[in-house]
C-alpha cells in the first residue's frame, strides 16, 4: 500500500524567503502526483499535477519537481507571501487511487 | 473546466439520523468518482471508490452498511451516512475523474461539513 510522508509537519518562515517542502512515498509505480493548498476549513486547491513521465511543473512563484525512482518530490516556493499561510497537502495517483500525505502546515509572518 | 460541485456545504444534525451527501460533476462525465473524510488537522483519507452503475469499493476499515454511496449516473454520486453519531462528525470531500481527460487527474469538490451533534 503506498504511503506519503511530507516533512516537516510546519513550518514558519518571514516574508520574501524561499521555501522548500518535501513529499516522500513509498512505492514508485504512480501515474502522477499533485501538489493542493488547502486553508483552514476549506476544500482543495490543486497547485500543480505532474504526470509520471515529467520531471517538473511550474507556476508562477511555484515549482514542483518529481523523481519516481528515489520516491520524492519537492514543492518549491519562491518570494513566499503572508497570503500564501495554509496547509500544503502531497497526493500520489495510482491506478485508480489517490493516497495523500499528512500535510505541511504553512505560516509566512510579515 | 473540471468542476466538481458538492452540496450542502455544511449540515448539522442530529445523532442517530442519516444524511446524505451529493456530489456532481458539471460540465464533464465522471467515470469514477471518490469519497473522502478528513478530520480535524489530518489529512484526507479515502473512504471509497465508485464506478457509474457499480457497487462502490470501501476501503479497509469503512464500514459499508454505515457510508451508502449511489452512483447512479456519470454526473452525480451521494454519500449517505446513516444513523450518524457525533464520531462521524468529519469533513467530507468527493472527487471526480474520467479517463479521456488527463489520465487518473482527479478533480475535487468544495466538502461538505458534517456536524452530529
Known amino acids: 500500500k503506498q504511503e506519503v510522508t511530507q516533512i516537516p509537519a510546519a513550518l514558519s518562515v518571514p516574508e520574501g524567503e524561499n521555501l522548500v517542502l518535501n513529499c516522500s512515498f513509498t512505492?514508485?509505480?504512480?501515474?502522477?502526483l499533485q501538489w493542493f493548498r488547502q486553508d483552514p476549513g476549506k476544500g482543495l486547491t490543486s497547485l500543480l499535477l505532474i504526470q509520471s513521465s515529467q520531471r517538473e511543473q511550474t507556476s508562477g512563484r511555484l515549482n514542483a519537481s518529481l523523481d519516481k525512482s528515489s520516491g520524492r518530490s519537492t514543492l518549491y516556493i519562491a518570494a513566499s507571501q503572508p497570503g500564501d499561510s495554509a496547509t500544503y497537502l502531497c497526493?500520489?495517483?495510482?491506478?485508480?487511487?489517490?493516497?495523500f500525505g499528512a500535510g505541511t502546515r504553512l505560516t509566512v509572518k510579515p | 473546466g473540471a468542476v466538481v460541485s458538492q452540496h450542502p456545504s455544511w449540515v448539522i444534525c442530529k445523532s442517530g439520523t442519516s444524511v446524505k451527501i451529493e456530489c456532481r460533476s458539471l460540465?464533464?462525465?465522471?467515470?469514477?468518482m471518490f469519497w473522502y473524510r478528513q478530520f480535524p488537522k489530518q489529512s484526507l483519507m479515502l473512504m471509497a471508490t465508485?464506478?457509474?452503475?457499480?457497487?462502490?469499493?470501501?476501503e479497509q476499515g469503512v464500514e459499508k452498511d454505515k457510508f451508502l454511496i449511489n452512483h447512479a449516473s456519470l454526473t452525480l454520486s451521494t454519500l449517505t451516512v446513516t444513523s450518524a453519531h457525533p464520531e462521524d462528525s468529519s469533513f467530507y470531500i468527493c472527487?471526480?475523474?474520467?479517463?479521456?481527460?488527463?489520465?487518473?487527474?482527479?478533480?475535487f469538490g468544495p466538502g461538505t461539513r458534517l456536524t452530529v451533534l
Open positions: 460540465d464533464f462525465q465522471a467515470t469514477t
Open positions: 512505492d514508485s509505480a504512480i501515474y502522477n
Open positions: 472527487s471526480a475523474s474520467w479517463l479521456a481527460g488527463v489520465y487518473n487527474e482527479q478533480f
Open positions: 497526493a500520489v495517483g495510482g491506478n485508480n487511487d489517490m493516497r
Open positions: 465508485s464506478n457509474e452503475g457499480s457497487k462502490a469499493t470501501y
